[in-house]
């Protein structure tokens, strides 16, 4: 994502390499340190990197955001998972549902963000992009509707 | 089940509302894209949140067992209320190890599923075991919302000792009224030859001794000692024991005193314990398997308990040491108290016998000069103790690393023939 931020636009990289540097370098010691609270701060770094990108480039929505908010919210859990303090040996077959959950929850942020950018910008950037937006409409409202009915069932048993 | 956030639903929730903020200051509609999924997935997790309900089950495959072995701990868990990842973890003491598969374990339980759990333990040490304490941790599918219990299911386990091989017992001086294995002084139906005497009305004429009859002209029937049993007491000294790292003198003192007993009431004799030091503990004399549980379970409660207060062998009831009973006594001479309890046996006309358990491997080698006279001294003052009993006529046999019990015992033996010799 840090990478991503400098290569993207010419101007002022190194003031975005800085930024996200300090945050990467923020996470990979909360990392090795196995810190809980010091992680929050490197991805605050990492998103402050990417939020000065927008604010120095033309002021066009960024197509790839969604991309970016899908990885940088997978890096977010992945980090959280490798410092969980897990004793003893992992079940395979519960290691298999989290991976498909993270993947699944990646996919969905994709979708989030295009519709979301689709609904905040107003501007209609081409009918792929509206199409993209419609199908994660249709997915976001299968999803609460399937939380809101699994709610019920729970509250109700 | 107490329930605790993780620091990643604090840290979503922060990211949500710095993002969210700083897209409202920058207008960047991208930075919305950046933030709501952390948003919505702490707005999720806590709308889906819910408390676990799992039962805990515990069984053991036996109560007892033997040093060394393994043996297997099933835990059975019943779900009402299931969990995306729970962990379970069976507390051990550290004289019992995992033997085979991880230890906690983590699975995931439905609503309504029933999971069996075997873990298999190896007990490496002899003693007496609560086991089944269950630690639970269950964790929702977004990892923000943590729960925790303990399931108190312990059942008592019991660890004997591994019994030191045997050779030959010791043979005590006196016998009691009851049949046994040992040849007695008295007279009467029995195996081993004793004497001759003329034949009284009465007398089986199988115990006509013909060839005596024949020399003296009139019938002379044969003699014979009587087998009977005897009493025994193992008698521990838990004053203090030179320990290092996981092995102490108090492991093979428990163990010799499992071997004897078990020996001893397999020949029909009645054998007590007492255990004196920190804790004062005694069983009656008496025989059979029964007995030998008992004693064993007495076994297992020993432990080393310093203090500095102590009472004297007086206030073992007189029944514990019949006065004729053969005392065998285990243990490491460190504590001058337990060496005077035992003189005090000897003054007062008691068979006695002390097997030494060597605490010299414990100790550390010497570093200096000064280390190596403490050393000295240390050994001279112990052979000053050796010298108390011997003066006793008490037999003292060493017992250590380089040698087995059999050994040790063998030279008691051969000590009180001499001893027998030397008074004839």
């Known amino acids: 994502m840090v990478a991503y931020s400098v290569a993207a636009h010419d101007r002022r990289p190194e003031l975005v390499a800085g930024i996200g540097g300090a945050g990467w370098a923020l996470t990979a010691a909360a990392l ?47 980090a959280f998972w490798s410092i969980e303090r897990v004793e003893g040996r992992r079940d395979l077959a519960v290691l298999l549902r989290r ?29 792929e992009l509206e199409a993209i937006g419609v199908l994660a409409a249709v997915v976001t409202v299968a999803i609460v509707t399937g939380l809101a009915a699994r709610a019920r069932r729970s509250t109700s048993t | 089940m107490s329930r605790a956030a993780t620091p990643k639903l604090g840290a979503y929730a922060g990211l949500a509302a710095l993002g969210l903020l700083a897209a409202l200051a920058t207008r960047l509609p991208e930075l919305v894209a950046l933030a709501a999924p952390f948003a919505l997935v702490a707005a999720i997790g806590l709308f889906r949140a819910r408390r676990p309900e799992i039962g805990v089950e515990v069984t053991l495959e036996r109560e007892r067992t033997l040093e060394s072995e393994e043996t297997e701990v099933q835990v059975t868990l019943q779900a009402e209320v299931g969990a995306e990842r729970v962990e379970v973890l069976l507390e051990l003491p550290r004289e019992l190890g995992v033997a085979e598969g991880a230890n906690p374990r983590t699975l995931h339980l439905r609503d309504g599923e029933r999971r069996e759990l075997s873990f298999r333990i190896r007990c490496n040490r002899w003693g007496g075991f609560q086991v089944g304490r269950i630690h639970l941790r269950t964790h929702d599918a977004l990892g923000l919302l943590r729960h925790e219990a303990v399931a108190d299911r312990r059942l008592p386990l019991k660890v004997y000792p591994n019994e030191e091989s045997v050779r030959e017992l010791l043979r005590p001086h006196d016998t009691q009224v009851f049949s046994g294995h040992h040849v007695a002084r008295q007279k009467g139906d029995g195996i081993e030859f004793a004497d001759l005497r003329p034949f009284v009305p009465g007398d089986r004429i199988r115990r006509v001794n013909w060839r005596a009859s024949a020399r003296r002209g009139e019938l002379w029937v044969n003699e014979h000692h009587t087998e009977r049993n005897a009493d025994v007491v193992i008698f521990l000294d838990s004053f203090a024991e030179a320990r290092r790292g996981e092995r102490s003198t108090l492991d093979p003192a428990l163990r010799a005193a499992a071997s004897l007993t078990s020996r001893y009431l397999r020949q029909k004799d009645r054998v007590g314990f007492v255990t004196f030091g920190g804790m004062l503990n005694w069983l009656l004399p008496s025989t059979g398997a029964g007995q030998l549980y008992r004693i064993v379970d007495a076994i297992l409660d020993t432990e080393i308990v ?119």
């Open chain 1, 32 to 78: 090795a340190g196995r810190w809980p609270s010091v992680l929050p701060w490197g991805l605050v770094g990492v998103g402050a990197a990417y939020a000065v990108f927008l604010s120095l480039r033309e002021r066009t929505v960024d197509p790839r955001a969604p991309l970016v908010a899908a990885a940088f919210f997978a890096a977010a859990e992945l």
């Open chain 2, 306 to 424: 310093l203090t500095y207060a102590w009472r004297d062998i007086a206030a073992v009831p007189r029944r514990t040491l019949p006065p004729q009973a053969l005392v065998l006594a285990l243990s490491p001479l460190l504590d001058d108290r337990a060496a005077d309890a035992l003189l005090d046996l000897r003054g007062r006309g008691f068979d006695l016998v002390v097997i030494e358990i060597s605490p010299l491997s414990f100790v550390p080698q010497p570093r200096g000069e000064l280390q190596e006279l403490g050393l000295q001294l240390w050994r001279l003052r112990r052979d000053a103790v050796r010298g108390r009993f011997e003066r006793a006529a008490v037999p003292v046999a060493v017992w250590g690393d380089e040698s087995s019990l059999a050994a040790a015992l063998e030279e008691v033996s051969a000590y009180r023939r001499h001893a027998r010799l030397a008074r004839a």
């Open chain 1, 99 to 127: 991976l498909v959950l993270l993947g699944g929850s990646s996919l969905g942020v994709a979708l989030l963000g295009a519709l979301l950018l689709v609904l905040t910008s107003g501007v209609s950037g081409g009918v």
